[in-house]
């Protein structure tokens, strides 16, 4: 089974467009869209609930307040392995579509709600996880990968944060560390829930999608990347990244790599 996790706050606008782009280019494969609404202060809990009266693979899950966006990934892998555990006890039945491939893995999408990152990208992933990958990321990096829309302090960021995390952690054929849309084996995220506890992410900012990488990624055997076109000039209303914060964030995670910790420190607020 496929599940794709969304992360949403504030995305009323955006999330519709995403949901049906979703629908349409996962038609033949069995899926479930778990979409994590963190505290949005519009109406995207009524475009949930909505769509969920049509759509029996739509699930939600509710944070009642803004707890930024390592929390809502929490949140969505927990709903996603109880959801597994479920159906694997034959406790109930999943809605999906047949797909020819019914030994496909189990795995976990996940990718910004904001409609920013192409849904067309998510069959690749996911044939990449039943090829044998373990990890996949859609990698503004890798050859044939492009941003646009982008302000110059993001670029820097994001390319700045690529370059330092190569040389304190390198991860072999990893060359984008902080793009959240990525494919993992659900095995991989349960192995690191075990390792770790429910709240794998503990950052409260966007440097929670580095630490996640670097956590998960000594668990597996096979990580790629595949190209990936990030149009961010489609986003509708404004960025949810405090950059300030998220550079802290990262000057975090490197004390400890260096530190080889992972609890100790009072990760910074979103």
């Excluded at 494969?29 to 519009?42: C, E, K, R």
């Excluded at 990096?141 to 190569?166: K, P």
């Excluded at 986003?235 to 000057?251: E, L, N, P």
Aim: glycine share 8%; charged share 20%.
């Amino acid at each position: 089974m496929l599940y794709i996790v969304l992360p949403a706050y504030n995305e009323d606008e955006a999330l519709p467009d995403l949901l049906a782009d979703i629908e349409q280019n996962c038609a033949p494969i069995p899926h479930q869209i778990v979409v994590v609404n963190d505290g949005s202060t519009d109406g995207t809990l009524d475009v949930v609930h909505k769509y969920s009266l049509t759509h029996q693979n739509i699930h939600k899950v509710n944070h009642t307040q803004n707890q930024g966006l390592g929390a809502a990934l929490n949140s969505g892998f927990q709903y996603v392995l109880n959801l597994n555990q479920n159906q694997d006890q034959g406790h109930g039945h999943l809605p999906g579509n047949c797909y020819l491939d019914q030994e496909s893995p189990d795995m976990v999408i996940t990718m910004d709600a904001d409609n920013t990152q192409p849904a067309d990208h998510i069959p690749l992933l996911y044939k990449k996880i039943c090829s044998g990958a373990d990890l996949v990321i859609a990698s503004r990096y890798a050859q044939g990968g492009e941003q646009h829309g982008l302000s110059l302090g993001r670029r820097v960021l994001s390319w700045g944060a690529g370059r330092v995390m190569r040389y304190f952690a390198p991860i072999a054929g990893v060359r984008d560390y902080s793009c959240g849309y990525r494919a993992y084996r659900l095995s991989i995220l349960a192995e690191g829930t075990r390792l770790y506890g429910p709240n794998i992410i503990k950052s409260r900012n966007f440097s929670g999608m580095v630490e996640l990488l670097l956590k998960v990624a000594p668990l597996t055997e096979h990580v790629t990347e595949v190209p990936l076109k990030l149009h961010y000039e489609l986003k509708k209303g404004v960025s949810k990244m405090r950059i300030g914060a998220t550079i802290w964030g990262y000057i975090q995670l490197i004390y400890l790599i260096k530190r080889q910790r992972w609890s100790t420190v009072e990760w910074a607020e979103e």
